[in-house]
């Protein structure tokens, strides 16, 4: 940050502001404290029958990569709106959510994912401009080693144990790396 986004000030400092713990940004004009906060990201793991459907991703990070449809939430939608909107930009499907199934923290790069599990009103879909392809799979058909993140690894895997188990259930997971990033197991 150059600029204080409140009075535009180029005087800002990192500093722990009073009755807070942690470094912030904070400008010395008008003392506006700049927080940086994570981004959440929503999306749904849609279903069809015995399959689950993926897209294979036409922008960085890991273009060429399958991945449930997900994207950052925006502002003035809820998670479920914001999940709903993602399948249709990456899939052009529609969906309706059934229920929380995963939430994805990776505190090193400040993002929660949040997964739906969505059930497909029909199968019919297409690439929409973030992707490449859309394509159902069944548990033995998934590219394990073309997945983009490890949030879609993450949320399949525990789908496809809910399902043989006859579960629901909401999942908690993350990454966690030390400040080399390293990960931490």
């Known amino acids: 940050m150059n600029f204080c986004s409140h009075c535009g000030s180029d005087q800002l400092e990192e500093r722990i502001p009073d009755g807070d713990d942690r470094l912030r940004i ?15 990201v929503a999306g749904c793991l849609p279903i069809w029958e015995d399959q689950v459907l993926l897209c294979r991703r036409s922008i960085p990070p890991r273009k060429g990569y399958w991945n449930i449809p997900s994207g950052y939430l925006e502002h003035a939608e809820t998670v479920e709106e914001g999940a709903l909107r993602e399948v249709w930009e990456e899939a052009r499907a529609r969906v309706e ?15 929660v994912y949040l997964h739906f599990l969505a ?3 029909e199968p019919d879909f297409s690439p929409g401009p973030e992707s490449l392809e859309v ?6 058909e998934i590219p394990w080693d073309q997945l983009a993140f490890s949030s879609s690894r993450f949320s399949l895997k525990h789908y496809w144990n809910d399902r043989r188990a006859g579960l629901r259930q909401v999942h908690l997971g993350g990454t966690q790396y030390d400040l080399l990033g390293n990960p931490i197991r």
Request: net charge positive; proline share 5%; aromatic share 8%.
């Open 119 to 121: 059930q497909l009103t």
């Open 26 to 40: 904070v400008c010395r004009n008008c003392h506006t404290v700049h927080y940086s906060n994570p981004k959440i």
């Open 135 to 140: 394509q159902l799979f069944r548990e033995a």
């Open 97 to 111: 959510i059934l229920q929380l199934h995963a939430i994805f923290s990776i505190p090193h790069i400040g993002q």
